[in-house]
């Protein structure tokens, strides 16, 4: 039913003037690239690293229709989980210094329809509840997540499992979940959920475990357990996937081919997805066979799902490359997590490993600030007002609608990173 619901919301979506939206941000792509975030709210400064209280991330996403920028940069060490409400906008491309690590029991975005989240680190650690995800999502609707860094899930790392509809996580880094379970996550929603550019690296399984509605494309996979890598479906239920010119990379701690548990139930599109198992330290992979043994038994299909697929596709070699140089948090640069990550990859296949106990002495948790003036308050730096045209003396004119169709503080947002 999943399926055929996207494609009656498809074509009802042609009938209706302007339900072909806005992207969320120049660069946003797949399911949620239609996500709102705060465009119609106000802005919210992050102004301290405390866990809670005026000025606190928690509170800066307790309240809907906000874009939050961030006026300190540094680790946040949160005791009890943030729950995101609606319409938020989360600009971790505003911090300064190393930008924000949130580090502690774990973050929800159940019902945080129209989120928008870039540039920031999610870190869950022993600390956090067993049996609970670094981020987790059980129902809701458009959102996107771009060069976010996820890590050290007690359960899961990153997952989404329920009523969803029309997800996106792009160029981000799901890492590290800890043992015994070590899960990099669960994608299972029959209404949507776009992976595209993203690293999983040092999970045992579920790198991901996905059902239903999926669109997996120019992802690298590597050092997974003997849980798996790409775990398709494993149940009764149908799922319906397009799996292209992805790369899986085998490490130290793999012992399982790249797809495990598939079935007839499972209706995958596949193309180019490469597999190097060799551990010899080189790139040296080469496109799996198209065929239900190199597929895990899924039932494979000859026709590409009409999904919204990301602009550029890349060969998976390139797609390597890519996500090598631009995954994660890297603006203004990786830290040293990420950093360690990204080196282990490019050893290819000599180094990595599965871990229960994260090292938080490399969580750096200075407070950074910057001497950037923004004296009406509205979230733009009056340099920038004053350079556009803007009035860095009037609080409202960041939230007016420029010509582009973004509000003005989304125009200065959109100016400090990439566009992919």
Request: glycine share 12%; with cysteine; hydrophobic share 35%.
């Amino acid at each position: 039913m999943g399926f055929l619901n996207f494609l009656a919301t498809a074509c009802l979506s042609a009938l209706i003037p302007g339900a072909s939206a806005l992207l969320a941000f120049p660069g946003a792509e797949g399911f949620g690239r239609n996500a709102v975030g705060g465009r119609t709210g106000s802005a919210y400064h992050v102004t301290n690293l405390n866990d809670s209280g005026t000025g606190s991330f928690r509170d800066a996403v307790s309240a809907s229709n906000r874009i939050v920028v961030f006026d300190v940069g540094g680790t946040i060490q949160i005791k009890t989980r943030i729950a995101v409400s609606k319409n938020i906008y989360i600009a971790g491309q505003t911090a300064p210094g190393d930008g924000i690590t949130v580090y502690g029991n774990g973050m929800s975005f159940s019902n945080a329809n129209d989120s928008i989240v870039r540039y920031i680190r999610f870190r869950m650690g022993k600390g956090g509840d067993s049996g609970k995800d670094g981020i987790t999502i059980a129902e809701g609707s458009n959102m996107i997540f771009d060069h976010v860094s996820a890590a050290w899930g007690r359960d899961e790392t990153f997952s989404i499992n329920g009523e969803v509809h029309n997800v996106t996580i792009q160029n981000t880094i799901i890492g590290q979940g800890l043992e015994t379970h070590s899960c990099g996550g669960l994608m299972q929603s029959d209404y949507g959920i776009s992976l595209f550019r993203n690293l999983y690296i040092d999970n045992k399984t579920r790198n991901p475990k996905v059902k239903g509605m999926n669109d997996f494309q120019n992802n690298v996979i590597y050092n997974w357990g003997g849980g798996g890598a790409y775990i398709a479906g494993d149940s009764a239920g149908q799922s319906y996937a397009n799996v292209v010119n992805n790369y899986f990379i085998s490490g130290p701690s793999s012992s399982v081919a790249a797809f495990t548990r598939g079935n007839a139930n499972f209706h995958g599109y596949v193309s180019e997805n490469y597999y190097d198992s060799n551990h010899d330290g080189t790139l040296n992979g080469s496109p799996l066979c198209v065929q239900t043994s190199c597929y895990s038994e899924m039932d494979i299909k000859q026709t590409r799902f009409d999904y919204p697929g990301p602009e550029k596709l890349m060969s998976a070699p390139d797609a390597v490359t890519y996500v090598l140089n631009s995954v994660g948090t890297n603006f203004p640069a990786r830290d040293a997590v990420d950093d360690g990550l990204v080196a282990e990859v490019r050893s290819f296949g000599t180094k990595g490993e599965l871990i229960s106990d994260e090292n938080a002495s490399s969580v750096a948790s200075g407070v950074s600030k910057t001497a950037v003036t923004d004296t009406d308050g509205d979230g733009i730096p009056d340099a920038w007002e004053d350079a556009h045209g803007l009035d860095s003396g009037d609080a409202t004119d960041a939230m007016k609608i420029s010509s582009s169709g973004y509000a003005n503080i989304e125009v200065y947002l959109n100016s400090l990173v990439p566009s992919s």
